[in-house]
C-alpha cells in the first residue's frame, strides 16, 4: 500500500514535534484505530535514522580526506609544522 504524501508529513510532523496541539491529538487519534500508523512512525524513525548516520559518515570521510591532505602530503608540509608548533608550547 502507497503512503500519501500528506501522510508523510503528518508524520514527519509528528515526528519532530512541530505539529499544533490539534495536529497533535489528530494523529495520536489515528495511531490508536490504525494499528499500522504505529509501524509507519517506527519505520518513519528508521528513516531519518539511516539519513543521519549515513550523512554523518560522509562527514568523517570527509574530514579524513582534509586531515590526509593537510598532514600526510609534501605540499603542506610547512602548515603542519606550524600545527605542531602550537601544540608544543
Known amino acids: 500500500m502507497r503512503t500519501s504524501l500528506r501522510e508523510i508529513k503528518e508524520l ?3 515526528i519532530m514535534g512541530v505539529p499544533s496541539p490539534e495536529e497533535r491529538l489528530l494523529v495520536e487519534a489515528k495511531v ?3 494499528t ?3 509501524q509507519k512512525i ?3 524513525k528508521s528513516a531519518y535514522q ?3 548516520d549515513y550523512g554523518r559518515e560522509k562527514l568523517r570521510e570527509e574530514i579524513r580526506k582534509v586531515e590526509f591532505e593537510l598532514f600526510d602530503t ?3 608540509q610547512g602548515f603542519r609544522k606550524r600545527i605542531v608548533n602550537l601544540f608544543k608550547r
Open 12 to 14: 514527519e510532523n509528528f
Open 32 to 34: 490508536q484505530l490504525d
Open 36 to 38: 499500522s500508523m504505529t
Open 42 to 44: 517506527r519505520c518513519q
Open 50 to 52: 539511516l539519513v543521519r
Open 74 to 76: 609534501p605540499r603542506h
